[in-house]
């Protein structure tokens, strides 16, 4: 069956959530919230991966630059030089001013932008700000009081205790914990994931990615949006050539809510062809294969920029038998759009 965008409210008001849903998704424990080993790990996110993970945000910052450096320079080498997760920086550029995801920050926004000695004019500015965070949290962890009590609670260990005193109360650690788990859900031993993401390069294309004018692929470019893939559309089977799979292990069975990721990428020019294509189809059409057969589901990709769109809620068995396929044929006319892919994710609803 074919689903358009209205459809959505009907789909979600078929599911009735179990109580018991709110302790899988908000397990917060105020005296352990990351731990020192994750406060340390330099090496959880490249300069790269850093660089990625903005350009996924719907923020300026996966484009902003300050004296000849990205925000995702700024942010890895102060990481590197204080030791710290980079992770921690981010959390604090989305807790303190918003600026993952906000689109048009005023200058107040930069100039305290991890909310680091505000008021002080040695701190003021985006690159001061991320020094003053990255110091700050390191002096916090390797002076950290163990057995001390802040706001209530007395912390188990110095991550907890360092960000306890860079944020002086508990709605404070509260907010870090919600950020830092949107955006990397606990895989240790003994928890299950709450997100699974299919990262744009694990993406299974037919055919594979290639030369452009042998593969009808073309890659994004990774200094603006990350790695991103789109292909010329086709009217129908007839002219048809290109498919994309997100095939997720989901660890266990249940309902997901499937998200899926429209860049806002730098222009392309397909090279094989005298086409001038300009635009994003006005018809992606991604069918999800779930439990209980396949849904298709049809987007608008013109209008959305660095935007997630969710695609409904589904039962999926445990493992790899569920996934998303989206096609090159959209109904318009052959070689006249594009058709965009990137990541998607599969977001545990309830058993």
């Known amino acids: 069956m074919r689903m358009r965008l209205g459809m959505l409210v009907l789909l979600l008001l078929s599911f009735s959530l179990p109580a018991r849903v709110e302790a899988v998704s908000d397990p917060f424990d105020p005296s352990a919230v990351i731990s020192d080993a994750e406060f340390n790990d330099t090496s959880t996110m490249s300069c790269g991966a850093v660089q990625d993970f903005l350009a996924q945000r719907t923020g ?17 080498e102060q990481a590197r030089r204080f030791t710290i997760n980079p992770r921690i920086l981010l959390v604090l550029l989305q807790k303190e001013q918003g600026l993952l995801g906000d689109t048009s920050p005023d200058q107040s926004q930069f100039n305290w932008a991890t909310g680091c000695a505000p008021g002080w004019d040695e701190s003021r500015g985006f690159a001061n700000q991320i020094e003053c965070a990255a110091r700050t949290m390191r002096n916090r962890f390797d002076s950290a009081p163990l057995g001390v009590t802040i706001d209530g609670v007395t912390p188990a260990n110095r991550a907890t205790i360092a960000l306890f005193r860079y944020n002086n109360h508990v709605q404070g650690v509260r907010d870090f914990w919600r950020i830092w788990t949107h955006y990397w859900p606990p895989t240790g031993e003994g928890s299950i994931p709450t997100e699974i993401f299919v ?61 899926v990721y429209i860049p806002d990428r730098d222009p392309m020019v397909w090279p094989c062809s005298d086409n001038s294509i300009v635009w994003d189809t006005s018809h992606a059409r991604y069918t999800v294969t779930h439990r209980d057969g396949t849904t298709t589901y049809e987007i608008d990709q013109a209008p959305l920029h660095n935007a997630w769109v969710n695609i409904g809620a589904y039962y999926f068995s445990q493992g790899t038998n569920g996934f998303v396929t989206l096609t090159d044929q959209t109904g318009e006319e052959s070689m006249s759009h594009y058709v965009s892919v990137d990541e998607a994710k599969w977001v545990w609803v309830g058993p």
């Open 199 to 259: 990262d744009s390069r694990d993406v299974e294309t037919t055919p594979s990615v290639k030369d452009p004018c042998r593969s009808g692929w073309l890659t994004g470019a990774k200094g603006f949006t990350g790695y991103n893939l789109v292909t010329p559309n086709a009217n129908g089977p007839a002219d048809s050539t290109n498919t994309a799979v997100w095939r997720p292990n989901l660890p266990r069975a249940g309902a997901y809510q499937i998200y």
């Open 60 to 76: 300026v910052l996966k484009s902003y630059v300050l004296d000849g450096k990205s925000a995702a320079q700024i942010i890895c």
